[in-house]
């Protein structure tokens, strides 16, 4: 079982930056695929970034060149810097562990909120 936190979530103007942190317990760290989605309110929950257990990354359309997905194994972390806020980034970001060689076994985060606005 993994157990996830998120923190680093709040309110921040359009053009702004913000780093969320996910932090990771219980299990072996480095052999799942970690990722950040996130849900607006009205909308389905999307991708927003993912990291494999080599560090190959993949992000969605809309944040890339803005949102940086990274991981540090001997801190059982990943983070998400994010820069050039805009409104529509406003959403609960939520941490995903998946293990890669078993997609069924799968763990989420509380979520943690992000708002952009002036």
């Known amino acids: 079982q993994v157990q996830l936190v998120e923190s680093g979530g709040g309110l921040v103007q359009p053009g702004g930056s913000l780093r969320l942190s996910c932090a990771a317990s219980?299990?072996?760290?480095?052999?799942?695929?970690m990722a950040w989605y996130r849900q607006a309110p009205g909308k389905q929950r999307e991708l927003v970034a993912a990291?494999?257990?080599?560090?190959?990354?993949n992000y969605a359309d809309s944040v890339k060149g803005r949102f940086t997905i990274s991981r540090d194994n001997a801190k059982n972390t990943v983070y998400l810097q994010m820069i050039s806020l805009k409104a529509e980034d406003t959403a609960v970001y939520y941490c995903?562990?998946?293990?890669?060689?078993?997609?069924?076994?799968?763990?989420w985060g509380q979520g943690t909120q992000v708002t952009v606005s002036s």
């Open positions: 995903n562990a998946v293990l890669p060689t078993n997609i069924a076994i799968m763990w």
């Open positions: 990291i494999t257990t080599g560090g190959s990354t």
């Open positions: 219980g299990s072996i760290f480095r052999i799942y695929t």
